[in-house]
T-cell receptor
Framework: AQSVTQLDSQVPVFEEAPVELRCNYS??????LFWYVQYPNQGLQLLLK??????LVESINGFEAEFNKSQTSFHLRKPSVHISDTAEYFC????????????FGTGTRLKVLA | KAGVTQTPRYLIKTRGQQVTLSCSPISGHRSVSWYQQTPGQGLQFLFEYFSETQRNKGNFPGRFSGRQFSNSRSEMNVSTLELGDSALYLCASSLEGPNNEQFFGPGTRLTVL
C-alpha cells in the first residue's frame, strides 16, 4: 500500500536559518509529488510539485524540493526562512492505482522564531 | 476564475444532530475530495467524487456520506454527530488526472457540543 511519512511533526527554527522538512513515500508504482502549505485559518495551497524532468523543483518564495527516487524522498528546503513562513506543510503523492489516489502526509508544523 | 467555496464557514451543532456541508469547485473541475482535519489526527481523506460517482473512500464510518451533483457541486453529510466529529472539513477540487494539483477551499469549522 502507498503511504507518505513526514518524520517531524514540529520544526522550530530561528529566522534567517536554513530548514529542511522531510518527506518519504512508499509506492511500488510511479508517483507525482507535491508540497502544500497551510497558513493559520486557511485551506491548503500548492507550494511546488514534481511531475517529471529535473529532480529539483522550486517555488516562487524560495523553497525547493528534490526528488530522490532511490531513497523515495522529496524533502523540502529553504536556505533562509522568514517569520512569514510559519505554517503547516504537507507532503502528498498522487498514485495511479486503479483510479488515481491522492495521499497526504501528517504534516509538519514549521515555527519560525525571531 | 473563482476559487473553491465552502459553506457554511462555521457550524455549531449538538451531539446526535446531523449536518450538511457544501462545496462548490472551481469551474471545469469534476473531481471533488473531502478531508477531515483535526489537531490529533492531521489531514484524513474522507471520499472523492468524480462525475457524480464516488471514486475513492477513506476509512470513516457510514455516518459520513457525500454526493456530487451534475454541476460538480458536492455535499457531505454527517449524521448522529459525536463530539469527536469536531474538526475542520476541507474540500478540494481538481482537474482529472494524477498530475494535477488539488485546489482547497477555506474549510468549514464544525464544533459539536
Amino acid at each position: 500500500a502507498q503511504s507518505v511519512t513526514q518524520l517531524d511533526s514540529q520544526v522550530p527554527v530561528f529566522e534567517e536559518a536554513p530548514v529542511e522538512l522531510r518527506c518519504n513515500y512508499s509506492s511500488s508504482v510511479s508517483v507525482y509529488l507535491f508540497w502544500y502549505v497551510q497558513y493559520p485559518n486557511q485551506g491548503l495551497q500548492l507550494l511546488l510539485k514534481y511531475l517529471s524532468g529535473s529532480t529539483l523543483v522550486e517555488s516562487i518564495n524560495g523553497f525547493e524540493a528534490e526528488f530522490n527516487k532511490s531513497q523515495t524522498s522529496f524533502h523540502l528546503r529553504k536556505p533562509s526562512v522568514h517569520i512569514s513562513d510559519t505554517a503547516e506543510y504537507f507532503c502528498a503523492v498522487s498514485v495511479l492505482s486503479g483510479t488515481y489516489k491522492y495521499i497526504f502526509g501528517t504534516g509538519t508544523r514549521l515555527k519560525v522564531l525571531a | 476564475k473563482a476559487g473553491v467555496t465552502q459553506t457554511p464557514r462555521y457550524l455549531i451543532k449538538t451531539r446526535g444532530q446531523q449536518v450538511t456541508l457544501s462545496c462548490s469547485p472551481i469551474s471545469g473541475h469534476r473531481s471533488v475530495s473531502w478531508y477531515q482535519q483535526t489537531p490529533g489526527q492531521g489531514l484524513q481523506f474522507l471520499f472523492e467524487y468524480f462525475s457524480e460517482t464516488q471514486r475513492n473512500k477513506g476509512n470513516f464510518p457510514g455516518r459520513f456520506s457525500g454526493r456530487q451533483f451534475s454541476n460538480s457541486r458536492s455535499e457531505m453529510n454527517v449524521s448522529t454527530l459525536e463530539l469527536g466529529d469536531s474538526a475542520l472539513y476541507l474540500c478540494a477540487s481538481s482537474l482529472e488526472g494524477p498530475n494535477n494539483e488539488q485546489f482547497f477551499g477555506p474549510g468549514t469549522r464544525l464544533t459539536v457540543l
